[in-house]
């Protein structure tokens, strides 16, 4: 077993268990679990990365995007707003030529 799997592991233990992940906690876990191979620095790393975490959360969004639910609420929306935001697109474009024809350029 990698050590990455085992503090994951030892982790989602405590976690299960309603316990508060800390690096002595993770390392008393792997330790009694009989993997004694891994450097000390990985269950602070870890500990912390993980500290304020909802784990559980975390699990059952493995697959969820964040982006792709803000797409589907713009589709919604309807073909007004698309019209709308290619309009605000053009006159960005509109004012991004109007600062060139000022006379001078970023090399000059």
């Keep these: 077993m990698s050590s990455d799997l085992a503090i994951v592991y030892a982790a989602l233990i405590l976690k299960d268990d309603n316990v508060e992940v800390t690096a ?4 008393t876990l792997v330790k009694e679990a009989g993997l004694t ?6 269950f602070s790393l870890y500990a912390k ?3 304020g975490q909802d784990l559980k959360e975390l699990i059952f969004n493995v697959g969820a995007a964040g982006g792709a639910a803000a797409a589907g609420g713009a589709a919604a929306a309807g073909g007004a707003a698309t019209e709308e935001a290619a309009a605000e697109e053009a006159k960005e474009e509109e004012k991004e030529e109007s ?3 000022m ?3 970023l090399f000059d």
């Design 103 to 105: 006379g001078f350029g």
């Design 99 to 101: 600062d060139e024809d």
């Design 37 to 42: 191979e891994i450097e000390p620095i990985w």
């Design 49 to 51: 990365a993980l500290e």
């Design 24 to 27: 002595d906690k993770l390392q």
